[in-house]
């Protein structure tokens, strides 16, 4: 079974600390994203990556950059947290060629005070 | 660009009830469309996919749907109800050129004893 794991569940942060959301799949994927979940929202990209050290801007990226320096490893960088971007972060992988078929993670509950 | 709209952010079903989720989604290419469910605190998985092959779609845990291009819908359903199918359900499109899916806001089912 394909895995996807994020480091940490839930987190708590201040206001204007950086914050590091760290995902990891195990089934050699090319494609991997970034969401954000919102009651009422549904889920909106943040970023994705279709390889190792490429990506691309998804409809969110505002406040937000990302790192992919090996295949299996997609990371979320908030530069200084702000209250906005209280949320839930679900990373999701896909193998190229499979359209929409993706593999998501439990998802990582981020609280900024 | 592709987007889905989700018709009732909450349903409410006996256990042995017909379930239905509507879906809409306006694309201005031939799409495809998907359901994902979630349940409570984890990731959210595949359910069923349409990609232009049958338009009558079977995914797991016997759920079904249909695509109808006249009336551009992919309505999600279920003869019965079962306790386990409480969860969060969303819609999402793309199309075979984009990586990206968009999901609609998401329908949270609760099923009564």
């Known amino acids: 079974d394909v895995k996807v794991t994020q480091s940490s569940r839930y987190l708590v942060k201040r206001t204007g600390e950086k914050v590091f959301l760290e995902c990891v799949q195990d089934m050699d994927h090319e494609n991997m994203f970034w969401y954000r979940q919102d009651p009422g929202l549904g889920l909106r990209l943040i970023y994705f990556?279709?390889?190792?050290?490429?990506?691309e801007k998804g409809d969110i990226p505002e406040g937000y950059s990302v790192s992919r320096e090996k295949k299996e490893r997609f990371s979320l960088i908030l530069e200084s947290a702000s209250t906005n971007q209280t949320s839930m972060y679900l990373c999701a992988s896909r193998s190229e060629g499979l359209v929409g078929e993706l593999f998501f993670g439990e998802g990582s509950r981020l609280t900024v005070l | 660009a592709q987007s889905v709209t989700q018709l009732g952010s909450h349903v409410s079903v006996s256990e042995g009830a017909l379930v239905l989720l509507r879906c809409n989604y306006s694309?201005?290419?031939?799409?495809?469309l998907f359901w994902y469910v979630q349940y409570p605190n984890q990731g959210l998985q595949l359910l069923l996919k349409?990609?232009?092959?049958?338009?009558l779609v079977k995914g797991i845990n016997g759920f079904e749907a249909e695509f109808k291009k006249s009336e551009t819908s992919f309505h999600l359903t279920k003869p019965s109800a079962h306790m386990s199918d409480a969860a969060e359900y969303f819609c999402a499109v793309s199309d075979e050129a984009d990586y990206k899916l968009s999901f609609g806001a998401g329908t949270t089912v609760t099923v009564r004893a």
């Open positions: 694309s201005s290419v031939p799409p495809y």
């Open positions: 990556s279709y390889d190792v050290k490429m990506k």
């Open positions: 349409y990609t232009s092959a049958a338009t």
